[in-house]
């Protein structure tokens, strides 16, 4: 069975940075790019970005260039996703998804979720 | 970035009633497009992959159709358990977008 497990619900202060992680389990983690998506109170999703375990490719949204960091360690099947500079812009649920389908861009598998709330 | 615009941001229906949700993307897609389900407090779920194929275990009744720029999700015969907030979304090209969603509610 596919699973995603996100870390907990994280709350930070403006100007502070997060981490979040997605351990991945039920599938070979280097098969298949691992995409992570913001959804902001209200709001629909929106895709932040992606990382190609196999070769370490990643690829960014515009809108999140230089204040997202996306990695992923193989050893141990997990993917991370840091934003730093927090605003309370970046209270949301933040997700991180996969496809079967290797690098096809539709998500049959999401992790449960992790809520980041800026609060000062 | 290729924008997606879903025609109603709510729609209200009757159970039985055949709903349309539809969606078009800014500029031709082909069908790199995927529709998803959401309700309160969960991940998006999967529904229809390449604007028509059906996700397993996904009821017979939701259809996909579409191929360029316009799209539409059809529930034959609205049930409870569609109740929801439906997105649409575009893998064409990076980055990969949604739609703003279209929430379904039962009248």
């Known amino acids: 069975e596919v699973q995603l497990v996100q870390s907990g619900p994280e709350v930070k202060k403006p100007g502070a940075p997060v981490k979040i992680s997605c351990k991945v389990s039920?599938?070979?983690?280097?098969?298949?790019?691992l995409h992570w998506v913001q959804q902001a109170p209200g709001e629909g999703p929106e895709w932040m970005g992606l990382?190609?375990?196999?070769?370490?490719?990643?690829v960014y949204a515009e809108k999140f260039l230089g204040r997202v960091t996306i990695t992923a360690d193989t050893t141990t099947d997990t993917a991370y996703m840091e934003v730093i500079r927090l605003t309370f812009d970046d209270t949301a649920v933040y997700y991180c998804?996969?496809?079967?389908?290797?690098?096809?861009?539709?998500?049959?598998?999401w992790g449960q979720g992790t809520l980041v709330t800026v609060s000062s | 970035d290729i924008q997606m615009t879903q025609s109603a941001s709510s729609l209200s229906a009757s159970v039985g009633d055949r709903v349309t949700i539809t969606c078009q993307a800014s500029?031709?897609?082909?069908?790199?497009f995927n529709w998803y389900q959401q309700k309160p407090g969960k991940a998006p779920k999967l529904l229809i992959r390449d604007a028509s194929n059906l996700e397993a275990g996904v009821p017979s009744r939701f259809t996909g159709s579409g191929f360029g720029t316009d799209f539409t999700l059809t529930i034959s015969s609205l049930q409870p358990e569609d109740i929801a907030t439906y997105y649409c979304?575009?893998?064409?090209?990076?980055?990969?977008?949604f739609g703003q969603g279209t929430k379904l509610e039962i009248k």
């Open positions: 990382i190609d375990p196999e070769d370490g490719q990643i």
């Open positions: 500029r031709d897609i082909g069908d790199y």
């Open positions: 998804a996969t496809s079967s389908g290797g690098s096809r861009g539709f998500f049959d598998y």
């Open positions: 979304q575009q893998y064409g090209d990076v980055p990969f977008t």
């Open positions: 039920g599938y070979t983690f280097t098969d298949s790019q």
